[in-house]
Nanobody, 126 residues
């Protein structure tokens, strides 16, 4: 099992920044990639960004490219999401997810992630 704990959410004004953290523990050696997803009220969960542990290959949703940056610290088993130029439409609960090492992994595919954090609220005021 892998446990994920997110932190860093909060309330920020339009144009502001936040940095989310996701600390992984447990059988982290069994995971190949980490991702961030978000879910706004009344909407489906959507992909935000992902990164592979070994090569550090990054993936982004078009809606956050150029504003958000995903990074990892392998020594700390922690993944970060730096969010800049925040917009009200970024308001959502943000979830960290971990994918087991698998050949059919898809960065943006929520069903391909095996472990999920509890979520952290990000609210951007206009």
């Amino acid at each position: 099992q892998v446990q994920l704990v997110e932190s860093g959410g909060g309330l920020v004004q339009t144009g502001g920044s936040l940095r989310l953290s996701c600390a992984a523990s447990g059988r982290t050696f069994s995971t190949g990639a980490m991702g961030w997803f978000r879910q706004a009220p009344g909407k489906e969960r959507e992909f935000v960004a992902a990164i592979t542990w070994s090569a550090g290959i990054k993936y982004y949703a078009d809606s956050v490219k150029g504003r958000f940056t995903i990074s990892r610290d392998n020594a700390k088993n922690t993944v970060y999401l730096q969010m800049n130029s925040l917009k009200p439409e970024d308001t959502a609960v943000y979830y960290c997810a971990a994918a087991s090492i698998r050949t059919d992994w898809g960065a943006a595919q929520a069903p391909k992630y095996d472990y999920w954090g509890q979520g952290t609220q990000v609210t951007v005021s206009s």
